[in-house]
């Protein structure tokens, strides 16, 4: 064949290709590709009008049918906000196949043509209200399962188990619910949409009640200790609570038990902390924060660790302890990399609630808190509380409050001062740094044995008597408070270098104990009449002595007894007189 006639068959296919191209663009020339369909409606090859027109008409959806057994619901479309769009429906349908290049729109209407295309029709729905018509459904469909119950019935010195087994329940799926009613609006159909149910079966057989009573019997007085040594902290769990995560099937309710270690990880769960240190004059230190490790409780190694306690108890042990499994991070600046004078750890901490005190008390104690906080003890320098709080009066801005004075309760500035001398004493005991001046209170103070034995308290009068110590460390300490109004707490924390010394204190001797006087009430002007308000409970006179080691390794540094003679103190009320 000659180069010519090749010549003229290529153009004349050419030629034909192009015709054919146009007579089939010709074909689907103003119409919609055929195998198109919006939801339910069949457009395909339709005239763009005709499609437009059918569209109108058919696509709509006046009411959802939902059913459940022999029981049918109607919700009507208006009361869901349903409101189709069909010339946006009717756009998204006649653009197929048309408004892209020639190849695209023939690939697509081939699909078309072969699989056929459903485009979503365009609507709006109100989801609130739609949420709210499945919900009003749900509540009468609806059966609240009743889950088993282990109950421990005392009775004397005996407890007694007994196991409820449950109720069956079910639910309506309301998300699958909405999910099905969306399908159906986007296919524009009518079709009844049958309520998905989910059954909840918590109730146990009479064999599986019998296992767990038999499980529950076993724990019945028996307990277990979480323990969390690094921040003396503990949780005790006793058999109200081990009963509940009994499981049916043999094992333990994980569920649960992780719950319970969530909820316990809100009280230890904390950032690493970097230390920091800035003076704000010599001696006085006015932002401190120790370095502090951070904490993140093991959740898996606490579960796995409480299982196997609870399965340890069934083989007859009365009691587990649990060590709280710990993930701790560093800080990236350490205690003792934020300053050059020896501050690098807690040594000592004292501390003291003051509930049920009056608001001038708390505002004087708050006060001379404050003056303590921050204040650094060179190393052999002596500590006075007195020199450091200053002068304690009206002049310097403490209130009045009352005070135990020559054997009487009276109003006199700076009631509740002592508090924070008895507080620091307990810190410097604890730190053990040599106490050299210390007097106890002529009368036994309620706030001061609230979790303490009576006799670790130092009253303060100026000038004397004063509470005094000494650095004897070879590096600086500092004092920090903490105050907690809310909680009405009060605490001290010494901070500086620990050289291995070891702290003892006996528990307190009493002895000639004496009963108090009749209770003593007391006008007061700033209550209003007819209020009575206690502020001194009675507290029995008694002698008191406790002990105090302080050793580093086989040397001595401070051997102690501390002794405070108590009087027989009386209840004292305040009873209201003002008039308006």
């Known amino acids: 064949m000659g180069l010519t006639k090749i010549k003229f068959l290529i153009a004349a296919t050419v030629v034909l290709g192009v015709f054919l191209g146009l007579m089939l663009e010709g074909v689907y020339w103003g119409r919609v590709a055929w195998g198109v369909r919006v939801g ?19 696509l709509r959806v006046s009411q959802i049918e939902v059913v459940w057994g022999t029981t049918k619901t109607v919700i009507p479309a208006n009361r869901i906000g349903l409101l189709y769009e069909p010339d946006r429906s009717w756009q998204k349908a006649v653009s197929l196949g048309h408004d892209k290049g020639i190849l695209v729109n023939w690939s697509t209407r081939g699909r078309a043509l072969r699989w056929g295309m459903v485009v979503d029709p365009v609507f709006t729905l109100d989801e609130n209200r739609l949420a709210g018509e499945i919900a009003s459904i749900a509540s009468y469909i609806n059966i ?23 109720e069956n329940g079910q639910e309506v799926d309301e998300q699958k619910l909405i999910s099905r009613v969306r399908a159906v609006v986007a296919a524009g159909d009518n079709e009844e949409i049958e309520i998905p149910i989910v059954r909840i079966t918590p109730k146990l057989s009479d064999d599986e009640a019998k296992t767990v009573l038999t499980r529950a019997e076993k724990i019945v007085d028996r307990m277990v200790e979480v323990k969390f040594d690094e921040l003396a902290l503990k949780w005790d769990i006793g058999d109200e609570e081990l009963t509940k995560w009994i499981d049916a099937g043999g094992g333990w309710k994980r569920p649960l038990i992780e719950l319970w270690g969530q909820q316990l990880a809100q009280n230890v769960d904390r950032p690493a902390q970097n230390a920091q240190l800035h003076f704000v004059r010599p001696g006085r230190v006015e932002e401190f924060k120790p370095g502090r490790d951070g904490y993140r409780v093991d959740q898996l190694g606490l579960t796995a660790n409480i299982e196997a306690a609870l399965t340890r108890l069934l083989s007859g042990s ?4 649990v060590d709280l499994p710990v993930e701790r991070t560093a800080p990236e600046v350490k205690t003792g990399d934020a300053n050059n004078l020896g501050i690098k750890e807690l040594i000592g901490r004292g501390e003291s609630w003051f509930v049920g005190s009056i608001t001038n008390r708390i505002y004087n104690l708050q006060k001379a808190a404050a003056e303590i906080n921050g204040v650094l003890v060179a190393p052999g320098e002596t500590f006075s509380f007195n020199q450091t709080v200053g002068d304690i009066s009206s002049a310097t801005g403490y209130r009045q409050a009352y005070i135990i004075k020559e054997g009487r309760t009276i109003l006199g500035d700076g009631g509740g001062v002592c508090q924070v001398s008895s507080t620091l004493f307990r810190a410097v005991l604890s730190a053990g740094l040599p106490i050299e001046a210390r007097t106890a209170h002529a009368f036994r103070v309620s706030y001061y044995e609230v979790k303490y034995q009576p006799g670790f308290d130092a009253t303060v009068f100026q000038p004397e008597p004063d509470f005094k110590f000494r650095n004897d460390t070879q590096g600086h300490i500092l004092i920090q408070t903490v105050y907690d109004e809310k909680t009405k707490y009060l605490a001290f924390e010494i901070y500086g270098t620990s050289d291995g010394r ?15 006087p009749p209770d003593l009430y007391q006008d007061d002007p700033t209550l209003a009449v007819g209020v009575v308000r206690e502020v001194e409970h009675k507290a029995w006179g008694a002698k008191v002595a406790f002990d105090w080691k302080v050793t580093r390794g086989e040397e001595m540094l401070q051997e102690r007894t501390f002794y405070s003679n108590y009087r027989p103190w009386q209840a004292v009320f305040l009873r209201g007189t003002k008039t308006n």
């Open 40 to 58: 339910r409606v069949e457009v395909g090859g339709m005239k763009t009008e005709e499609a437009r027109a059918k569209i109108l008409n058919q």
């Open 144 to 166: 609240p399962a009743v889950e088993p119950e282990i109950q421990i019935e005392t009775f004397g010195k005996t407890k007694r188990v007994n196991v409820s087994l449950g």
């Open 318 to 321: 009365p009691k587990e302890v």
């Open 502 to 516: 070891k702290v003892e204190i006996s528990k307190a001797r009493i002895w000639d104990v004496v009963a108090p």
